[in-house]
T-cell receptor
Framework: GNSVTQMEGPVTLSEEAFLTINCTYT??????LFWYVQYPGEGLQLLLK?????DKGSNKGFEATYRKETTSFHLEKGSVQVSDSAVYFC?????????????FGKGTRLHILP | DVKVTQSSRYLVKRTGEKVFLECVQD?????MFWYRQDPGLGLRLIYF???????EKGDIPEGYSVSREKKERFSLILESASTNQTSMYLC???????????FGQGTRLTVV
């Protein structure tokens, strides 16, 4: 089937700590993979994406590498800031015929303490 | 930039009312989606549409209907609002190559 599993939160870290949020997916083939971020009171916005195996998506200091051997797309950041506090969603594309859907994980809430 | 606009940020409605949530996108995308977001449950797909006048049920369509009369507009309808429909509602569209999702800012609906 098609699913996305990400680590449950909340995750609480101190400023400048190293962040990892795990994400694995099930799929046939090689779907595009995404991380979306939702800041308080807002909708989701795309953080980064990768479209094929071994691609690395990066944005705002965040990175994620498309690993087909482990079907994973873990989100990492070397030094988090208070402003990174948000909910993070891992997602994958599903294409049926020519129609595209995005399937989301349940989200991981991140709290960064000053 | 793609813009997805939801008509309201906050709504308070009474039980039994008919509620319309409107979503408009300005990028000529064919695909549009309605999700609801609840703590611990993530995003759940209610309905989606791949073309005008076309609709498909998502994972939790009960108690909802949709309308897609024009390509840019996708409306979610709560026929008779109930308290368990209190939630954050998110509209999205997908497009581009490879496809990615673009979201509206969300509507927080409270049914009292």
């Amino acid at each position: 089937g098609n699913s996305v599993t990400q680590m449950e939160g909340p995750v609480t870290l101190s400023e400048e700590a190293f962040l990892t949020i795990n994400c694995t997916y099930t799929a046939t083939g090689y779907p595009s993979l995404f991380w979306y971020v939702q800041y308080p009171g807002e909708g989701l916005q795309l953080l980064l994406k990768a479209t094929k195996a071994d691609d690395k998506g990066s944005n705002k200091g965040f990175e994620a590498t498309y690993r087909k051997e482990t079907t994973s797309f873990h989100l990492e950041k070397g030094s988090v800031q208070v402003s990174d506090s948000a909910v993070y969603f891992c997602a994958r594309a599903v294409t049926v015929n020519r129609d595209d859907k995005i399937i989301f994980g349940k989200g991981t809430r991140l709290h960064i303490l000053p | 930039d793609v813009k997805v606009t939801q008509s309201s940020r906050y709504l308070v409605k009474r039980t039994g009312e008919k509620v319309f949530l409107e979503c408009v996108q300005d990028m000529d995308h064919e695909n549009m989606f309605w999700y609801r977001q609840d703590p611990g449950l993530g995003l759940r797909l209610i309905y989606f549409s791949y073309d005008v006048k076309m609709k498909e049920k998502g994972d939790i369509p009960e108690g909802y209907s949709v309308s897609r009369e024009k390509k840019e507009r996708f409306s979610l309808i709560l026929e008779s609002a109930s308290t368990n429909q209190t939630s954050m509602y998110l509209c999205a569209t997908t497009g581009g190559n490879p496809s990615e999702a673009f979201f509206g800012q969300g509507t927080r609906l409270t049914v009292v």
